[in-house]
């Protein structure tokens, strides 16, 4: 009995740090993409912006959320880029 408990923790471990990692990717993803964002309408500097692009990413699962964040802050600020540039940038990165 233990032994399967041992193996019982031990698989929970694995998936809790594989969860973490792909959290950990996809976090530095959005921020290399946010950070593009920023700077293609001239804002490279402002932090929230920034932050606000990351945590949309938090909304719903996919990248809808934060393509359409991006395109909120893009047409604020009079950028130009479309939801195809945006989400090209995010399979390259």
């Known amino acids: 009995m233990d032994k399967f408990k041992d193996r019982e923790r ?7 740090h594989k969860e973490q990692s792909e959290f950990d990717q996809r976090n ?3 921020k290399v993409f946010a950070q593009f ?3 293609h309408i001239g804002q490279s500097d402002n932090k929230e912006l920034l932050k606000e692009i990351v945590l949309s990413d938090l909304e719903e699962p996919g990248d809808d959320d934060i393509l ?5 802050i893009i047409a604020q600020h009079n950028g130009s880029l479309s939801k195809e540039d945006l989400q090209k940038k995010l399979s390259e990165i």
């Not at 359409?68 to 909120?72: E, H, P, Q, S, T």
């Open 10 to 16: 031990a698989f929970e471990a694995e998936q809790s």
């Open 37 to 39: 964002v920023l700077e």
């Open 68 to 72: 359409r964040k991006a395109l909120d």
């Open 28 to 30: 530095s993803r959005n």
